[in-house]
């Protein structure tokens, strides 16, 4: 098994605190990209595409995950397969 590859591949900020990351995570040649709202270092909200991210915002849909820490973010995203 490769070994997983976590790249924040753009950094939006909204505000001083808080901002949109597009993360890249792969595993060898497979990859797909996840967008994180991180609000204040607090709150954590992670999408699996770009339109859920702007569903989200328009209030049509909810996140796919939702963390209190930035420590049960990186746990998530290094339990990520990348299929």
Same mark, same amino acid.
């Given at each position: 098994m490769k070994c997983l +590859? %976590? +790249?924040? %591949?753009?950094? $939006?900020?909204?505000?001083?605190? !808080?901002t949109i990351e597009t993360l890249?995570?792969?595993n060898?040649?497979? $990859?797909? +990209? %996840?967008f994180v709202y991180n609000y204040k270092g607090q709150s954590f909200r992670a999408?699996?595409? !770009?339109?859920? /991210?702007?569903? =989200?915002?328009q209030g049509k849909a909810d996140e796919d995950h939702? =963390? $209190?820490s930035e $420590? +049960? /973010?990186d746990d998530w /995203?290094?339990?990520v397969f990348v299929g």
């Open positions: +590859e %976590i +790249e924040m %591949i753009d950094c $939006q900020y909204l505000t001083p605190n !808080k890249r995570v792969s060898g040649g497979k $990859q797909i +990209e %996840i999408f699996s595409s !770009k339109k859920k /991210l702007d569903d =989200f915002w939702h =963390f $209190q $420590q +049960e /973010l /995203l290094n339990g």
